[in-house]
């Protein structure tokens, strides 16, 4: 098992600029989610999917859309980079909402200048 | 103020120390409690978590609650260079959503 992959693993856009990360598990696992890490932050909550078809805002939504077309993945799209989206972005996953371990990826460190 | 407070450290300790972490939290209807530890440019893994107040123990880890003082530890005996990560309390709200602490940088000096 791969169990949860991110591309890409680095990226620079310019203010302005779309892109999508993306984010999938072979895990079967039902539950996903994006998360931005931030120094003295913590991890917030950006979006976040309880099965395909179904997506629910985390946190801090704004200049970000999800999908869930299939179990395994879950692309998260800037829609117009600005540079407070610069950020550590991670996805997440486990079997389901009422569980608790979740199961994360390597991360994409994102800087939008 | 936060939901969930965590020091970020750095902590810095020599081999072999006990390491105590820590988090303190507001809100009360918290029922499960996680460790969750990040070794650079990596995504975090799993630790250890508890549901009820007391102790409970993994190898060379304790993780402590006391619901009473809405404050959570975690304690590290026998300390490794290999120990050295930054470490992420993360609780679990009446949505099933994880609150997380803003994580403290541990390191290890052999």
């Known amino acids: 098992n791969a169990g949860v992959t991110q591309t890409p693993k680095f990226q620079v856009l310019k203010t302005g600029q779309s892109m999508t990360l993306q984010c999938a598990q072979d895990?079967?696992?039902?539950?996903m989610s994006w998360y931005r890490q931030d120094p003295g932050m913590g991890l917030r909550l950006i979006h976040y999917?309880?099965?395909?078809?179904?997506?629910d805002q985390g946190e801090v939504p704004n200049g970000y859309n999800v999908s869930r077309s299939t179990t395994e993945d879950f692309p998260l799209r800037l829609l117009s980079a600005a540079p407070s989206q610069t950020s550590v972005y991670f996805c997440?996953?486990?079997?389901?909402?009422?569980?608790?371990?979740?199961?994360f990826g390597p991360g994409t460190r994102l800087t939008v200048t | 103020q936060k939901e969930v407070e965590q020091d970020p450290g750095p902590l810095s300790v020599p081999e072999g120390a006990i390491v105590s972490l820590n988090c303190t939290y507001s809100?009360?209807?918290?029922?499960?409690f996680m460790w969750y530890r990040q070794y650079s440019r990596k995504g975090p893994e799993l630790l250890m978590y508890t549901y009820s107040s007391g102790n409970k123990e993994d190898g060379r880890f304790t993780a402590q609650v006391d619901k009473s003082s809405k404050y959570i530890s975690l304690f590290i005996r026998d300390s490794q260079p290999s120990d050295s990560a930054t470490y992420l309390c993360?609780?679990?709200?009446?949505?099933?959503?994880?609150?997380w602490g803003a994580g403290t940088k541990l390191i290890i000096k052999p």
């Open positions: 993360a609780m679990v709200d009446s949505n099933y959503q994880l609150i």
């Open positions: 999917s309880v099965g395909a078809g179904i997506t």
């Open positions: 895990m079967n696992h039902e539950y």
């Open positions: 809100n009360s209807a918290f029922q499960y």
């Open positions: 997440a996953s486990k079997t389901g909402l009422g569980t608790y371990e979740q199961y």
